[in-house]
């Protein structure tokens, strides 16, 4: 049975509410899966100032265990077009998983959350795949088979990079039926994906 982990940073609980999507896709396709979050650097006085969703029920991940998966989906929010740096000091600590080939020939996924519907959604994506690819990892997108990121009858999030929501400038919004239809989607891909190649 294929071990996949779904790790992610979640700063208001929009990428926390797309990681379980993800997670829930995966289990169905009959995966054995967890949910890590990586830690918050920053200071909790700021952090709890500026209204984070500090009670997160996922553990810590850790870089160690990253090897013991068949896949790994990983999520964040945009950051300016980019990665947040709460992920990005997570993967930096990589480099002995990377200088060993320890995640080679294992499934790699990506999906995010930006304010708006052009804040940089498929920027973040290719950023996080660029990561998977120096780690030898096989991607996984998000295709049209998910047909519901081609409505015009609202915004929505998705791509064929990977499962995305948009949260309003003010965070309010919360992910749609559709969103987090594209996030099982993809979970169930993944895990299909690494069954296929390591049973």
Known sequence: MAKVLV??????????KMAEA??????IAGATVDIRRVPETVPTEIAR????????SAPLATI????????????TGTRFGRVSSQMAAFLDQAGGLWARGALHGKVGAAFTSTATQHGGQ???LFSLIANLLHFGMVVVGL???HQGQMTLDEIVG????GATTIAGGDGSR??????????????????NTAIALHG
């Open 174 to 191: 919360q992910p749609s039926v559709i969103e987090l239809a594209g996030a099982r989607h993809q979970g169930e891909l993944v895990a």
């Open 122 to 124: 498929e920027m973040t």
């Open 7 to 16: 790790l992610y940073y979640s700063t208001y609980g929009h990428v926390e």
């Open 158 to 161: 998705g791509s064929p990079y």
């Open 143 to 145: 295709p049209y088979s």
């Open 64 to 75: 160690a265990e990253l090897e013991n998966y068949d896949a790994i989906v990983i999520g």
């Open 22 to 27: 993800v997670a829930e896709g995966a289990r």
């Open 49 to 56: 100032n500026n209204h984070f969703k500090l009670d997160q």
